[in-house]
């Protein structure tokens, strides 16, 4: 099973993005898929979850501002950016739960104030 994040990149505080992942490989369903972020000299944390029925959670730093969700015929899962600040910058990594966890490689967000 391979993850593969895009749409990070450079934005002024404010902006948005858009992030994707796709997944491909030997996929019969997914669980669980969710975005972690890590900053520098910090630990990897978990953004936004949501499940197989489109139930979806968010970090209190990110709520009413980031909005996730997912494609489950294109095994696909996205994350909504809005209003960023510099605090979001980080790598983003998207993680799919189907009977291990699987990690994509990260895609870099950064928020210049």
């Known amino acids: 099973v391979r993850l593969v994040e895009s749409g990070g990149g450079l934005v002024q505080a404010g902006g948005s993005l858009r992030l994707s992942c796709a997944a491909s490989?030997?996929?019969?369903?997914?669980?669980?898929m969710a975005w972690y972020r890590q900053a520098p000299g910090k630990r990897r944390e978990l953004v936004a979850i949501i499940s197989s029925r489109d139930i979806a959670n968010y970090a209190d730093s990110v709520k009413g501002r980031f909005t996730i969700s997912r494609n489950n015929a294109k095994n696909t899962l996205y994350l909504q950016m809005n209003s960023l600040k510099a605090e979001d910058t980080a790598i983003y990594y998207c993680?799919?739960?189907?009977?291990?966890?699987?990690w994509g490689q990260g895609t870099q967000v950064t928020v210049s104030s």
């Open positions: 490989g030997n996929i019969v369903s997914i669980n669980t």
């Open positions: 993680n799919a739960v189907i009977k291990l966890a699987y």
